[in-house]
T-cell receptor, first 115, second 112 residues
């Protein structure tokens, strides 16, 4: 089946630094990718929707200057957490929608810890 | 807006027990409904889905029926296994079929 891979799976950084998380569709072209944030024991919260070659659409309450999303190709989207702070520590998950079926495939998630 | 409410966890069962995880939703129109499963250390995987009222989704012994009259999509399995231990998420999609709204997730632990 279709595979979506995230990298890194875990990252620890110091407060004030920026962290980039990659989301790749390995065997299909993803016209649309979604970024979610998951807090412990809570549901996934949609942060933004990105379409290849255009600006991401952010959900209400999500700071677009804080969470930079780039979907430069049909197989890669990146989420950059800028000037990270401890409250940004979370599990970030991406999903990708295939061109033909529209079915969603999820990455393994990336756990960010900001010290 | 759209919302999904799941039965609170965690749920702990013995192997071969019957499983029910309740899920109710609020949505405009006629959403598609999904159950996703997240095994430890892995991403979400689609378990089953139903796209219209009275449809039954099934996979790996799990079933859920789209009940429009009760706005529910409860997940059931007749005999759980240790390998079913995971977090289960109920979700609905908007008309595009891609934008998902998730429930809170229910942690299931099955003991041998």
């Amino acid at each position: 089946g279709a595979v979506v891979s995230q990298h890194p799976s875990r990252v620890i950084c110091k407060s004030g630094t920026s962290v980039k998380i990659e989301c790749r569709s390995l065997d299909f072209q993803a016209t649309t990718m979604f970024w979610y944030r998951q807090f412990p024991k809570q549901s996934l919260m949609l942060m933004a929707t990105s379409n290849e070659g255009s600006k991401a659409t952010y959900e209400q309450g999500v700071e677009k200057d804080k969470f930079l999303i780039n979907h430069a190709s049909l197989t890669l989207s990146t989420l950059t957490v800028t000037s990270a702070h401890p409250e940004d520590s979370s599990f970030y998950i991406c999903s990708a929608s295939g061109q033909n079926t529209g079915e969603l495939f999820f990455g393994e998630g990336s756990r960010l810890t900001v010290l | 807006g759209d919302s999904v409410t799941q039965m609170e966890g965690p749920v702990t069962l013995s192997e071969e027990a019957f499983l029910t995880i309740n899920c109710t939703y609020t949505a405009t129109g006629y959403p598609s409904l999904f159950w996703y499963v997240q095994y430890p250390g892995e991403g979400l995987q689609l378990l089953l889905k139903a796209t219209k009222a009275d449809d039954k989704g099934s996979n790996k012994g799990f079933e859920a029926t789209y009940r429009k009259e009760t706005t529910s999509f409860h997940l059931e399995k007749g005999s759980v296994q240790v390998s079913d231990s995971a977090v289960y998420f109920c979700a609905l999609s908007d008309r595009s079929g891609s934008r998902l709204t998730f429930g809170e997730g229910t942690q299931l632990t099955v003991n041998p």
